[in-house]
């Protein structure tokens, strides 16, 4: 049994989960302020019609609403802060976040400019480390499950000068509101089905194996995972199947709570170099070092790893954790082929001769995360990892 503790609970979002919640947006807009901005992606919100139905939902209910359309994968630093401006011309005194987790993370950092001011790099630890006082307040819709967004204070954002992505997270950028709706994530094709999902099932396990790891995001990582281990292959088949996209939504929005509480370790440090230099999908450059990462700390966190694969489906005979410890990098191999995204660096596009520079970046950049990893890691060690990863 795991001795408790002391810990900090601070989880200042309402979350407003389930089928058919999408249509509250109007009512907790309208507590918020006159006119909306909404920050979204280029097409895909278009393109299922989800956008048109916020904007009409939010004019029933008198928000006036202006959109900033331009966001991309891995967003940019410098696109937070035209969105910020956008915001101010537009008088906008409230942002909703819809999308994916780069059109959540932009209105985040969105608010922030918008509201206290400078440019978006300035709030980053390489960028200065300024603190914001104050944000505007943010409405998160996620469409896809897995970045956590909806229920952690993080944003994560790159600049293309420095080749920098950066997490950054405050008090003043929770949501203030978060709607869960999994009918708006049927429409999440295959491929960002598994990377998404995949990257929820990183948070759970990051968090638990923390070395600041507290009672509340144990259970919630252990619950995330296995929910994950079950329903991924599931919807990744069968995208409509509502059972599965509920129980994603939910272990999605769980394992932000865990890396709220507890947080990520070095495997998240090791992934952002990697999509900051290959613009690589997140949850896939996750997916590419997670095993071998767990494998490497292995010996530092035998236990733990035991109870993961005891909740992804090792036999109940087995009571050897030495075994089982081996047995969950296993499992989480065949999770990530069930779903097609069992990769290799190297199937990623990355070059043999950027896994020094890739570790070094990773020790800089988001350090604060290998110091709260098992195993006292150094940069030999993420470099070891990399190169187990090719
Ligand atoms: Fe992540």
């Not at 979350?15 to 992606?41: D, Q, Y």
């Not at 003043?172 to 960002?192: A, G, N, R």
């Not at 969950?328 to 199937?347: A, G, M, Y």
Request: charged share 20%.
């Amino acid at each position: 049994m795991d001795r408790i503790s002391n810990f900090e609970y601070f989880l200042p979002t309402r979350l407003v989960f389930g089928v058919g919640s999408l249509n509250r947006v109007g009512e907790f807009a309208k507590s918020l302020g006159k006119k909306a901005l909404i920050v979204t992606g280029k097409s895909s919100t278009k393109k299922t019609g989800l956008l048109d139905k916020v904007i009409a939902i939010l004019e029933k209910n008198g928000v006036e609403t202006a959109v900033f359309d331009e966001i991309v994968p891995n967003p940019l630093s410098s696109t937070v802060d035209k969105g910020a401006e956008f915001a101010n011309n537009e008088r906008c005194d409230l942002i909703i976040g819809l999308g994916g987790g780069s059109p959540v993370d932009s209105a985040k950092l969105i608010a922030v400019v918008a509201k206290d001011g400078g440019k978006c790099w300035d709030y980053t630890g390489s960028g200065g480390g300024r603190i914001p006082k104050s944000a505007l307040p943010v409405i998160a819709i996620p469409t896809t499950h897995g970045t956590g967004t909806e229920s952690d204070p993080f944003a994560v954002v790159t600049n293309t000068e420095t080749d920098e992505k950066i997490g950054v997270g405050f008090d003043q950028t929770f949501p203030t509101v978060s709607i869960v709706d999994p009918e708006v994530m049927k429409t999440l094709p295959p491929y960002q089905t598994a990377a998404t999902g995949m990257d929820a099932f990183y948070h759970a396990i990051e968090s638990y194996i923390n070395t600041n790891h507290q009672p509340t995001s144990d259970l919630l990582a252990l619950e995330a995972m296995s929910l994950i281990n079950h329903y991924l292959p599931i919807a990744y088949r069968d995208g409509n199947n509502i059972e599965a996209r509920t129980a994603l939504a939910w272990a999605s929005t769980a394992a932000g709570i865990c890396e709220t509480l507890s947080g990520c370790i070095a495997n998240h440090s090791i992934e952002h170099p990697i999509s900051a230099h290959y613009n690589a999908t997140h949850g896939a450059g996750l997916c590419a070092t997670g095993p071998a990462f767990f494998d490497y700390i292995r010996p530092h966190t035998k236990e733990r790893l035991a109870r993961v694969a005891q909740i992804m489906g090792a036999p109940e005979s087995e009571v050897d954790i030495d075994k089982l410890s081996k047995m969950s990098i296993e499992l989480i191999h065949r999770l990530q082929k069930s779903v097609d995204i069992d990769i290799t660096l190297k199937d990623l596009g990355v070059e043999k001769s950027m896994l020094g520079r890739l570790a070094e970046d990773a020790m800089r950049t988001m350090g604060a995360l290998v110091e709260v990893t098992p195993g006292n890691l150094k940069t030999k060690d993420l470099e070891r990892i990399l190169e187990m990863s090719y």
